[in-house]
């Protein structure tokens, strides 16, 4: 969604990089570029002033002025401010004290409310709540049975006591949407749901048809939420079309809709600025697990090219078996072998997360190579995954039996080219050595030894000797394990008791030493 905006900012910031100090042309010409990359994004006018007037005020202060590094901070400072336009801080729903907690969901047609009702339900399920859908789009043909739908997949209950339009019956009686909101509420604490969502109907504009039903509904429920569903394509309109929302209804919250797509973005920074209030949820694909808590400081990360590891993180622990991860662990600290099945599982375990693409992008300088990211294909995973299938259970564990005849047919049994079948093999043994050579302590290959971290031994340092190996004869490396124990007992024996540093011989004259008076007394065996 914000590439065309983060190339056009990191390209900006390059331009400062090396100079020990900025002069207030510097800063101009910085700010300058901004303002043209923020206006082509489709940022609100305004919103732009305002926000270029504040760093160019900030650039010139003496935070910049005395700072070390001058160009790092101007980036510090386009990032809090970006932090600031977003909203500041996250902002989580507010739960009701008593009774169930209503959401009302509004904005225009299209814009993906429907959808977004069961992606907010299946999350919030998955946050421990008892979520319930109340279909209250009796106009739109279909959307009761949309959001039938879109409940069913995500494992949420919906109330829906009148079918609404349908494709066939275009002049189908509507019902009252109000009644049905209100008795979605009374069906909700009967049925003891602890989350009530209204899907309520949407329009091609804004009319005032619209906006009265919308504030009935509100005046009916007394919803403690009304999110404001916005599509973050919509470009400069998105201004206009909230303002008319938050005077209408006076929505508490904004849910961007879409930014998986390639739009400028300028709605997610106008938006917030024009009506303070606060964007609270993403929606970042057509899946229904495409759905993410927004956060201002990670969101203005992304823009600026810093990346967003903590949402990554979060994936993870999310998605991540951690049984699975045990097993991994108790087989890595006992340096046993990485074997093609433990790949397959971590590949698998890589899948649950999400789209590759996605994670990839949330890297930090990912757009410098973004265009080999876009070239990405996800079914290579698959074919991965096919390649490994395709092998014996024998093969998995001991690739090296793995020769031409099977390799071919290990190509023709998962439909690849032999090639693409030598490639993963190679791969893979790569990966083995680097497992191997970090479960010995060895560190990362490449990389010098650091304290309590294992690492390489630095190129002349003095290593200790090698142990003999035993052999492989039974009978003889039972005589060499007596001969040790015999070398062992003799050099026991040839150090006298109390003879701690190897002195020879049981007679021991302190006199002969020259020690302080009376301290002959503290020696062993003086009287």
């Not at 091609?204 to 009935?216: K, N, S, T, V, Y």
């Not at 991540?320 to 790949?343: C, G, I, P, V, Y």
Request: charged residues 25%; proline residues 5%; contains cysteine.
């Amino acid at each position: 969604m914000f590439n065309s905006l983060s190339d056009r900012l990191t390209a900006t910031f390059k331009n400062l990089r090396g100079k020990g100090r900025l002069t207030e042309a510097d800063v101009d010409a910085t700010v300058r570029e901004i303002r043209r990359a923020l206006l082509d994004a489709d940022v609100a006018v305004p919103v732009v002033r305002e926000f270029t007037g504040r760093v160019r005020e900030r650039a010139l202060g003496a935070e910049v002025s005395g700072a070390l590094n001058p160009s790092q901070q101007i980036v510090k400072i386009v990032n809090e401010e970006l932090v600031e336009i977003l909203g500041g801080e996250t902002r989580r729903i507010r739960l009701a004290k008593t009774g169930p907690t209503i959401i009302m969901l509004a904005g225009l047609q299209g814009a993906g409310k429907t959808t977004l009702a069961g992606k907010l339900s299946k999350w919030l399920k998955a946050q421990g709540h008892s979520p319930m859908l109340v279909a209250c789009d009796l106009q739109r043909p279909n959307a009761v049975t949309q959001l039938q739908v879109v409940g069913q997949r995500a494992g949420v209950p919906v109330f829906a006591p009148h079918p609404g339009a349908t494709s066939t019956e275009l002049d189908h009686p509507a019902g009252d949407p109000v009644a049905v909101a209100r008795a979605g509420v009374e069906e909700a604490k009967r049925t003891l749901h602890d989350v009530v969502i209204v899907d309520t109907a949407g329009r091609l504009g804004i009319d005032a048809e619209m906006m009265e039903q919308a504030r009935q509904i509100r005046r009916a429920i007394v919803p403690n939420e009304v999110l404001y569903v916005i599509d973050a394509m919509i470009g400069q309109d998105a201004v206009n079309t909230a303002m008319a929302f938050d005077e209408g209804v006076n929505f508490t919250g904004i849910v961007l809709s879409k930014l998986d797509g390639d739009a400028r973005g300028g709605a997610a920074l106008s938006v917030t600025s024009v009506t303070g209030k606060p964007v609270m949820f993403a929606s970042t694909g057509e899946g229904l697990d495409d759905f993410e808590l927004f956060h201002p400081d990670r969101m203005a990360s992304r823009i600026l090219d810093m990346g967003d590891v903590l949402t990554l993180i979060e994936q993870a622990e999310k998605s991540w078996d951690k049984d699975e991860a045990a097993r991994m662990a108790q087989k890595f600290a006992d340096q046993e072998d990485f074997t093609l099945d433990d790949f397959l599982a971590q590949m698998q375990q890589i899948r649950n997360m999400g789209s590759m693409k996605k994670m990839l992008m949330m890297m930090p300088g990912a757009q410098n190579i973004r265009q080999q990211l876009e070239q990405f294909d996800e079914r290579e995973i698959d074919r991965v995954e096919a390649i490994v299938r395709s092998m014996t259970p024998h093969e998995r564990v001991a690739p090296k039996i793995i020769n031409g005849s099977r390799r071919a047919r290990i190509a023709r049994g998962s439909g690849v080219h032999v090639s693409e079948v030598n490639g993963l093999l190679e791969r893979f043994a790569q990966a083995q050595k680097m497992m191997k050579k970090m479960a010995a302590g060895g560190g990362m290959p490449g990389m010098p030894g650091m304290p309590g971290m294992g690492g390489g031994a630095r190129k002349g340092a003095k290593t200790a000797p090698k142990k003999k190996a035993r052999s492989g004869n039974p009978a003889k490396a039972a005589q060499e394990l007596r001969d040790a124990e015999t070398r062992r007992a003799a050099g026991t024996k040839a150090l006298p008791t109390g003879a701690s540093f190897g002195q020879q011989g049981g007679d021991f004259d302190p006199s002969q030493l020259n020690l302080p008076k009376g301290f002959d007394k503290f020696l062993g065996g003086s009287k």
